[in-house]
Nanobody, 118 residues
Framework: QLQASGGGLVQAGGSLRLSCVVS????????MGWYRQAPGNQRELVAT????????IYVNSVRGRFSISRSSAENTIYLQMNNLKPEDTAVYYC?????????????WGQGTLVTVSS
């Protein structure tokens, strides 16, 4: 359903753009977002965006550096990551939420690894 890509190895201060392609219609999801999980840590929310793109939420640690966007024409959401820091190193997952609330039935992509070297 969701195919994430765009991860890689980058030096601190660099940029990456993640993509998450939806099989089907992106409009089926009320909210989509990016989450990440670093080794030994729990998965955490990074950023979310609503269906119309009018509401975006960011975790404090990425606000001002990351930007989430969506393209209905491409059935894709993006995460533009600038000024990357070593602490951004993690596996990044995209998620699609059909309802206004999170549910065990939410859809997850397979994850893409981002590694930021110091």
């Amino acid at each position: 359903q969701l195919q994430a890509s765009g991860g890689g190895l980058v030096q601190a201060g660099g940029s990456l753009r993640l993509s998450c392609v939806v099989s089907g219609s992106i409009s089926n999801f009320y909210r989509m977002g990016w989450y990440r999980q670093a080794p030994g840590n729990q998965r955490e929310l990074v950023a979310t965006i609503t269906r119309r793109g009018d509401r975006q939420i960011y975790v404090n640690s990425v606000r001002g550096r990351f930007s989430i966007s969506r393209s209905s024409a491409e059935n894709t959401i993006y995460l533009q990551m600038n000024n990357l820091k070593p602490e951004d190193t993690a596996v990044y997952y995209c998620k699609g939420q059909e309802n206004t609330y999170a549910s065990p039935n939410d859809y997850w992509g397979q994850g893409t690894l981002v590694t930021v070297s110091s």
